[in-house]
């Protein structure tokens, strides 16, 4: 009797848990890096979003002639500032930091004919004019995008 009671108990043998565990190690193998994929994809887009913002922002207040001057944009790896005038200056009370998220950076400014780590530019007061046309490159480990900035001072990504 003590026997035939011993063959009817239920319950979880350790092969039946290890085997559920390795079926959730294969799953979260195959689904984490598409994760981090798909997250570095989206903040790459928001980097480029704020860029393009930041020059379309700098540009329509010099075309409404907001205090009566120009603005302009400075890149540099890991942010934007909109600044006022035609000459960036890092200690001006009045700069507009814009923080890019990382992974995503600024690997290449090419404005004007002078590609770097970091660049200007700011537009004309009449018609909003660039004060320099080019490229920037804004790229994660995986994912890279240009933004082209034209003459007319339109700026548009790839």
Do not use: C, W
């Not at 004309?124 to 933004?147: Q, W």
């Amino acid at each position: 009797m003590i026997l035939t009671n011993f063959f009817y108990k239920k319950g979880i043998t350790a092969i039946e848990l290890l085997v559920v565990l390795a079926i959730l190690v294969i799953l979260l193998a195959i689904v984490v890096p598409q994760f981090s994929k798909t997250r570095e994809s989206q903040v790459l887009k928001s980097a480029v979003s704020d860029i393009l913002s930041s020059i379309d922002k700098a540009r329509a207040e010099t075309l409404s002639s907001l205090n009566s001057s120009e603005y302009g944009v400075h890149f540099e790896f890991d942010r934007i500032v909109i600044f006022k005038g035609k000459v960036y200056s890092a200690s001006a009370g009045d700069n507009e930091i814009v923080s890019i998220t990382a992974p995503a950076s600024i690997n290449n400014v090419a404005l004007g004919g002078v590609s770097g780590a970091s660049g200007n530019m700011y537009f004309s007061r009449l018609y909003g004019i660039p004060s320099a046309t080019g490229m920037i490159t804004v790229s994660t480990s995986d994912y890279s995008k240009i933004i082209t900035i034209y003459a007319t001072g339109v700026a548009s990504t790839d």
